[in-house]
């Protein structure tokens, strides 16, 4: 199976070419919180290109749904099922968290593994994961303190692009996480092969935001109805 891995969700905009008989055969990644609509779509075509393929030689299409950035969201999760309408290919969503967790998991799937995402106004999306990749708790927006709470559960290793608030707000006594990694994006390769095993969805990818926008409209910039 030959896949077409996307991601823009966080801080990095990735795309890769994975094939199940012989692994990545092309990936690029270029670290960016703004400028994914811009960068995407040409990253893209020099991975194509690396790879040797044509949309029509891909078997599906995987794509980050969140949670993450609303426009970077928007902007992959577009780029995913405007390629797989054109090829006739499907588009398979994916979770930021399991893609944070996934390494982890397959490197030891008997210990729990807390997925995180810095959120802002000291607040974490995370997902909680548990023996053979089981989820315990499943994606949700918390406080810090929460967040901390629910990693404190059993021994854990924390990933993601909020650990390190996690890890900040561990009790003074306690026993430490068992790993702290910061990370600002999901691997792409994993995304890719999560990509690959998931089942066919029903229905094109749609973002999972857990929260309603931060944006707002400005009144001044308002222009006034005639």
């Known amino acids: 199976m030959r896949v077409l891995a996307i991601d823009t969700a966080l801080e990095a905009c990735s795309a890769a070419v994975f094939d199940t008989s012989s692994g990545v055969l092309a990936s690029e990644t270029r670290g960016m919180a703004r400028g994914h609509a811009e ?18 030689d891909l078997d599906r299409i995987a794509v980050t749904t969140g949670p993450g950035s609303f426009t970077g969201l928007r902007v992959g999760i577009s780029a995913a099922r405007g390629i797989a309408l054109v090829a006739g290919k ?12 996934a390494p982890l998991i397959a490197a030891d799937d008997g210990t729990q593994v807390v997925a ?6 000291e607040h974490i999306y995370l997902q909680v994961f548990g023996v053979n990749g089981r989820t315990l708790v499943p994606p949700r927006m918390a406080t810090v303190r929460d967040a901390t709470r629910a990693a404190m559960t059993a021994p854990a290793r924390i990933i993601g692009s909020g650990a390190k608030k996690v890890a900040a707000a561990w009790p003074k006594g306690a026993d430490p996480p068992l790993s702290i990694e910061q990370r600002g994006a999901p691997d ?12 066919e969805a029903h229905g094109a990818p749609k973002p999972l935001y857990l929260r309603e926008p931060d944006a707002r409209p400005q009144d001044g910039a308002r222009l006034p109805r005639r």
Not at 116 to 121: E, K, L, Q
Not at 188 to 199: D, F, K, M, N, V
Request: proline share 6%; no cysteine.
């Open 39 to 56: 960068h995407l779509m040409p990253l893209i075509a020099r991975v194509m290109n690396e790879g040797g393929f044509e949309f029509a």
């Open 90 to 101: 499907p588009a398979i969503g994916l979770s930021t968290l399991a893609a944070f967790a």
């Open 116 to 121: 995180t995402i810095d959120a802002r106004h």
């Open 188 to 199: 792409i390769e994993w995304i890719a092969r999560l990509g690959a095993a998931a089942p």
